[in-house]
C-alpha cells in the first residue's frame, strides 16, 4: 500500500510491544511474530526454549503520512530498556532481546541515527542490535492481541498494565485520538 512501511520490533515479549503500539496514532496493523533465528516455522515453545536463535518480535505496519520511522522508534526506546541484553524485567532469554529487524538500507540508515540521538538518555550502551529482516514466522493465533483479549491475566496485571499506563501518561504525542 501506498504511504505505508513495515518495521519488525523486538523490545523483550511481544505481547507488551503490541499493546503499546495499538495506542499509537498512524499505526495500521501489527502481528506478533518471530524472526532472527534458523529454525523453520518455530512454535511458541522452540523459541521460549531459546534454541531457535528467533525473538519475539512485532510486524509493525504504518501510515508514513501520520507518523514516520523515526517516531516509531523513539516509542520503541522509550517502552523497552535496550540495554540489557538478552533480558527485559523478568523475562531472560534470546527470545527477548532487544532487536529490530529493516526491510531497507534507508531503514537502516534511520535506525542507526535515531540509536545515536536516544543514547544520550541511557546510562548504559544501548545493545539493540539492527539486522536485515530474514525469515518472520506469525506467531500462534492466541498471541495475537493477547493483552485485549486477556487483560485479567497475572502477566498482563503485573507487566503489559504498568507499561501501558506509563506510556498512556508520558507520550500523548503519539496517542491516537
Not at 542507526?112 to 540521538?117: A, C, P, Q
Not at 542490535?129 to 500462534?140: C, I, M, N, R
Request: charged content about 20%; hydrophobic content about 35%; aromatic content about 12%.
Amino acid at each position: 500500500m501506498e504511504n505505508t512501511e513495515t518495521i519488525i520490533l523486538g523490545g523483550g515479549c511481544f505481547w507488551c510491544i503490541e499493546t503499546i503500539y495499538k495506542k499509537v496514532a498512524g499505526v495500521i496493523s501489527l502481528e506478533s511474530g518471530y524472526t532472527g533465528g534458523t529454525m523453520p516455522n518455530p512454535t511458541y515453545l522452540q523459541v521460549c526454549d531459546g534454541t531457535t536463535g528467533h525473538a519475539e518480535v512485532v510486524k509493525v505496519v504504518f501510515d508514513t503520512t501520520k507518523i514516520d520511522l523515526e517516531n516509531i522508534l523513539r516509542v520503541f526506546f522509550e517502552v523497552h530498556d535496550p540495554t540489557t541484553l538478552n533480558q527485559q524485567g523478568a523475562d531472560i532469554g534470546t527470545q527477548y532481546a532487544s532487536r529490530i529487524f529493516y526491510t531497507n538500507e534507508s531503514q537502516k540508515e534511520i535506525i542507526e541515527k535515531v540509536i545515536k540521538e536516544v543514547q544520550v538518555h541511557f546510562k548504559e550502551p544501548i545493545v539493540t542490535t539492527v539486522s536485515p529482516l530474514g525469515d518472520y514466522y506469525k506467531a500462534e493465533d492466541y498471541h495475537q492481541d493477547y493483552y485485549a483479549k486477556n487483560p485479567n491475566q497475572p502477566y498482563c496485571i503485573a507487566v503489559i498494565s504498568p507499561k501501558l499506563q506509563k506510556f498512556l501518561k508520558t507520550d500523548s504525542k503519539f496517542m491516537k485520538q
